[in-house]
């Protein structure tokens, strides 16, 4: 790292003006800047070496920017085969690259690439060009050289936490005040000595104050507290109160017990209800969030634990990160100052932070691109025009500055507070980052529109219930397309897999929508199913099919199971490990019946035709595999 305090001692009097010229530069950007991954990678030889412990043999030492000082020592032993940052640095100063992983055959690794030091591979694998050590799996290496230098007294493992100080305090009005009393020598001035308030006059409230707005001074605003609330006698000592409050944090990082015992005015949790109520089953909350929150109450409820107070060492049996919402696609595409488009893929950031072509380094500005002007190609989109061109695809996260704000007020004004929540919903796996779409809030909208039709008679000129509903029992087949999505969307309700309990519900809208008859039967308990993903649609649809008291009072479908099996299944049958043909048999056929089925399947018995079989593997309801010579 360019702070790195044995810099100027490791620097060759030849390298010294260049060395002291690049640390300079360094200083002046920002950690983000220095390891943003697009940049070109920046450095400068000291002159000095080090030498390799393990092979004797004698290491270059660079200084790079995006090396941080924070990081572990502030020195790392760069692998240039094997990091994707230290391949990069050793490409642009033509370092040597030298693989010692050998990746093995893969089908997403081009082994070759990176044995020729080529391609840089990140994962395990077994060690070479590691005398001693060769052949051994990567982990058992780790362990192997970490303790082979330790015995030599040359090394030892270490942990690093990226744990810094807590900054306890806040300059404002608001929070809860430091139960700390500053004792006053006979001036009125600050001794120096500190002490607790005394727990009976424990909670200390904040001081009524007319005004609490900052008055420009460095003391915070609880110094504008009266006299009567800010100096206290005791003992015949005469203290002033801490003005500083604290953070937000000191309610939030326990108020799950609280809740436990909201009125309770002796203790802040009744031991029996605290041994009765933890630890909290599911603790949900965004990644941001959860770093801060959950690091703190964790960090609140241990010491807590250690002192007596609660019973649980941990808070939360299980957490659930659910993913960021980002803005729409925004797509980019970078031109030469002559209007020649450049791939994204052949574009990099220059030292000083400038779009070049990696190519040749000519300058590219980029350029927004409207959605209608890209296409998608495989994995990538490029521009309809120019297909050949690569284009930038990224969804940003929300903020002002971008412009790429959603308001909910305005979705709820034009698509309805269903099809918001149906959409966030529908979006994706609750813990993955995803993309904002208004053609997918629209998509949801139609879908609640379908729900709609499916129930009410949109045509006719007073309210009332589609022509199709009847009264009249359901049909096998509708009662088992009914349970498979009760049982489909309770599973995947429970287990917050949103958006496929949606993806049931649609199916089940699409399969009703083409009956004739529509039972009440099949559509009361649907309705049910909907409503935690769109409240007010289902309790308009549930009042329209006749009843008075609120759906919430109603108890959740459960799936028969007498309908949820299946009566036939399809069974792939292969022919030395490869899916040949399918079959259909009854879901409770014995392996017996089900080779009989197989052998007889038109195509398997001709592959089957003068061949010996060695084995017949057949598991029921899932696979028959004949193993023939």
Known sequence: APEHPFVPRLTTPEQKDAVEAYCRK????????????????????????????????????????????????????????????????????DLPIVAVVDPGESAD???????????CFVGEGTA??????????????????????????????????????????????????FPILHELDDEGRPTGLLRPVPESDLP????????????????????????SWLYVTLDGKRY??????????????????????????QRFVDAEKEKAWMPVDLYVGGAEHAVLHLLYARFWHKVLYDRGYVSTPEPFQKLVNQGMILGEMEYTAYQTDEGVYVSAADVEKSPEGQWQRRSDQVAVTPQRIEPDQV?????????????????ESRAYKMSKSRGNVVNPDAIVRDYGADALRLYEMFMGPLEATKPWSMAGVHGVRNFLDRVWRLVIDEGAETMQLHPSFSEEPATD???????????????????????????????????????????????????????????????????????????????????????????TVEVPVQVL???????????????????????NEPRIARLLEGKQIVKVITVPGRLVNFVVR
């Open 375 to 391: 296409e998608k190609r495989g994995d990538r989109f490029v521009l309809k025009d120019h297909p050949e061109i690569e284009v």
């Open 26 to 93: 360094a200083a002046s950007k920002s950690d983000r800047e220095r390891t943003e991954g697009s940049r070109q990678k920046t450095g400068v030889f000291t002159g000095g070496y080090a030498i390799n412990p393990v092979s004797g043999q004698p290491i270059p030492i660079w200084i790079a920017d995006y090396v941080l000082i924070s990081y572990g020592t502030g020195a790392i032993m760069a692998v240039p085969a094997h990091d994707t940052r230290d391949f990069e640095f050793a490409q642009q100063f």
């Open 477 to 567: 087949e509708q009662r088992r397309v009914l349970h498979k999505t009760i049982e489909a969307v309770t599973r995947d309700t429970e287990g917050m897999r949103f958006n496929t309990a949606i993806a049931r519900m649609m199916e089940f809208v699409n399969y009703f929508t083409r009956q004739e008859r529509r039972p009440r039967e099949a559509l009361e308990p649907f309705v049910l199913l909907l409503a935690p993903y769109a409240p007010h649609l289902a309790e308009e649809l549930w009042q329209q099919l006749g009843h008075d008291e609120s759906l919430s009072y109603e108890k959740w479908p459960e799936a028969d199971p007498q309908w949820t099996r299946d009566e």
């Open 109 to 119: 690794v081009d082994r070759d690439a990176v044995l020729a030091g080529q391609a």
């Open 577 to 599: 490990g490869k899916v040949r043909a399918r079959v259909s048999v009854p879901a409770d056929a014995d392996p017996a019946a089900l080779e009989e089925a197989a052998r």
């Open 128 to 177: 070479i060009h590691s005398g001693p050590y060769d052949g051994l799996p990567t982990r058992e290496f780790k362990e192997r050289i970490i303790a082979d230098l330790s015995d030599k007294g040359l090394a030892r493992s270490a942990v690093h936490y990226k744990l810094r100080d807590w900054l306890f305090s806040r300059q404002r009005f608001w929070g809860e005040p």
């Open 204 to 227: 200390v409230d904040l001081p009524p104050l007319e005004d609490y707005k900052p008055h420009g001074r460095p003391e915070p605003p609880l110094e504008k507290a009266p006299d």
């Open 240 to 265: 002033r109160r801490e003005t500083n409050t604290m953070p937000q944090w000191a309610g939030s990082c326990w108020y799950y017990l609280r809740f436990i015992d909201p009125r309770n005015n």
